[in-house]
């Protein structure tokens, strides 16, 4: 099928005038709040990282819910979720929802650690933290780097998240340039527009109207779409008799509507691995050293479960497609898992509500992209420019260069989503999952010993590094016959499925376990370790918090 931007409107195979009107009013209302953001609070110079980078460190509880919640429940997770429960079940839809509970004790217990310690010394990245704490420019290049590499493809998700809303308006598919891409070029330019300009804060005062949206449209949704399609028992029969029946290219079961016992380690490792993973991100560090004080960190690791709540309706969402008989056919009249959200509510409300309800998953796209982007340059700056560069780098210049690094990211994201097939970036996310875990041991277990070696470390990252690419690159899509084609493989030693990710870093520790052994018993240096025992427990107001000092050199 061929679509332009000059098809009619309310035609089975055009443009949704009504919804595109109603998600165009949303944009240009975020848009001006995304410039207006600069003069949030009166930040006295915008040219620090303090500033631009971390919103001057200032963000209340409120602001650091809304923050987080924007930055961790991204566009393209209310997209893929119930997309992945639609195409093959609990086991890779449903599992968001435990690893999003089980994240916050995790959270609650060691990020205030990190926070204070940042705060005292202050440091921006997590890359930097670890500088200080082993006294390892290695160890903290690795960390940097790795996080970078693990943002880009989260970055090109968001934008197809974007594009899967557009997709569904009518405007994308196989028509020509213009009518393909312009759309999504306007959204990257405003973005990066306002990021440039306004740096942290324009998603936080974003993510207002974000999460406000999204939880409206789910409210309504699981009231009344249950309802119009035959209440739960329907949707859940529905759900299972597609999950039962064989898959033509398989022979094998469509997917799982509740874990068999075969499949209890990989849904277990999954929910353990991506929480031990999703605050080791870039973009939630970001968000979390923006925050005032501590406190802030654990009340939001309290209240922060609400978001997980509102997850669980929404990936049930997918199993009431399935009921509704949604088809989610992509421009280019191939069949396309991604779109099952949009193209449900589009067929059941209204144009204008599902005009609101793609408003809500674009701007979902907006806030994380915009952190992300953030926290990638900020990483550069700190950990790469002025560590092996430019180390004399004066604050204004760290500032000016996170910035220009902020724009060459988005670009380079938007060039990966217009260039590349978007399993592709489904692929690299996976790796970026495999990848990010890696850090954890650096990280998370400096903030409580040093008893782990900073070479011990460095190597177990490597290994586990090159071991979760492999097998992850090894794992073929049985219908696509492409790599990467699962977050699964056997574990080793016991036969049985877990989480690539998960295996990789129970690998890391051994090998940074054993190494440190090795090392300590020929008394290898061990590097300076710039911080003391109180740094762990500063609070806001406490006179030896630094805003941004010279890195520890």
Excluded: C
Excluded at 34 to 44: I, N
Excluded at 342 to 347: A, G, N, S
Excluded at 471 to 480: I, L
């Amino acid at each position: 099928m061929t679509h332009s931007l000059a098809t009619a409107s309310g035609s089975s195979t055009g443009v949704n005038g009504v919804a595109l009107t109603v998600l165009i009013i949303v944009f240009v209302a975020v848009t001006v709040m995304g410039f207006m953001a600069t003069r949030w609070r009166r930040p006295k110079n915008m040219s620090s990282l303090d500033e631009w980078g971390l919103g001057g460190r200032g963000f209340g509880t409120w602001v650091t819910w809304f923050l987080l919640g924007g930055d961790l429940y991204t566009a393209y997770t209310f997209v893929a979720v119930p997309a992945a429960m639609f195409a093959t079940g609990a086991v890779t839809g449903f599992f968001a929802v435990p690893y999003t509970i089980v994240l916050y004790p995790i959270i609650f217990v060691f990020l205030s650690r990190l926070w204070s310690v940042s705060h005292r010394h202050g440091f921006v990245t997590a890359a930097d933290f670890v500088r200080g704490r082993y006294g390892s420019r290695g160890l903290s290049l690795a960390v940097a780097l790795t996080g970078i590499l693990a943002t880009m493809p989260y970055i090109a998700l968001q934008l197809v998240g974007i594009q899967a809303v557009l997709e569904v308006i009518g405007l994308g598919g196989s028509g020509n340039t213009l009518a393909k891409d312009l759309p999504l070029l306007i959204a990257f330019a405003v973005l990066a527009a306002y990021t440039y300009s306004s740096g942290l804060r324009a998603p936080a005062i974003i993510a207002f109207v974000k999460d406000t949206l999204i939880y409206l449209v789910i409210i309504v949704a699981v009231i009344y779409l249950p309802s119009k399609f035959g209440g739960w028992g329907h949707i859940f029969d529905a759900a299972q008799t597609k999950m039962a029946k064989p898959n033509p290219v398989t022979g094998k079961p469509t997917g799982s509507f509740i874990p068999t016992d075969k499949q209890f380690w990989a849904y277990a490792t999954l929910s353990l691995g991506s929480a031990l993973a999703l605050f080791m991100y870039p973009h939630s560090i970001t968000g979390v050293l923006s925050s005032k004080s501590r406190n802030t960190i654990r009340r939001n690791a309290s209240i922060l479960p609400a978001y997980s709540f509102v997850l669980a309706l929404l990936a049930l969402l997918g199993w009431v497609a399935i009921a509704a008989g949604t088809k989610p056919i992509g421009l280019d009249g191939k069949p396309n898992a991604q779109l099952v959200i949009p193209q449900l509510f589009e067929d059941s409300f209204p144009s204008w509500f599902a005009g609101v309800a793609f408003a809500a998953i674009a701007v979902g796209a907006l806030v994380p992209a915009a952190i992300m982007s953030i926290a990638a340059a900020n990483l550069f700056t700190r950990n790469v420019y002025r560590e092996w560069l430019r180390p004399d780098a004066s604050h204004e210049q760290e500032a000016k260069v996170s910035k220009l690094v902020s724009l060459l990211v988005k670009f380079v994201a938007l060039i990966f989503v217009l260039t590349m097939d978007k399993q592709n970036a489904i692929n690299f996310q996976l790796l970026g999952g495999i990848w990010i875990l890696q850090t954890f041991p650096a990280v998370v277990f400096g903030l409580y010993t040093r008893w782990f070696h900073r070479w011990a470390l460095l190597a177990g990252w490597a290994v586990a590094m090159v071991y979760g690419t492999i097998t992850a690159y090894e794992q073929v899509n049985p219908v696509t016959g492409q790599h990467f084609g699962t977050s699964v493989a056997t574990i080793e030693g016991i036969g049985q499925m877990g989480y690539i990710a998960f295996t990789a870093f129970v690998l890391n520790i051994v090998v940074a376990a054993v190494i440190t052994l090795l090392l300590r018993a020929v008394k290898a240096p061990e590097g300076d370790d710039a911080t003391i025992k109180g740094d762990y427990f500063a609070d806001a107001g406490d006179p030896k918090v630094s805003d941004l000092p010279e890195l520890v050199h």
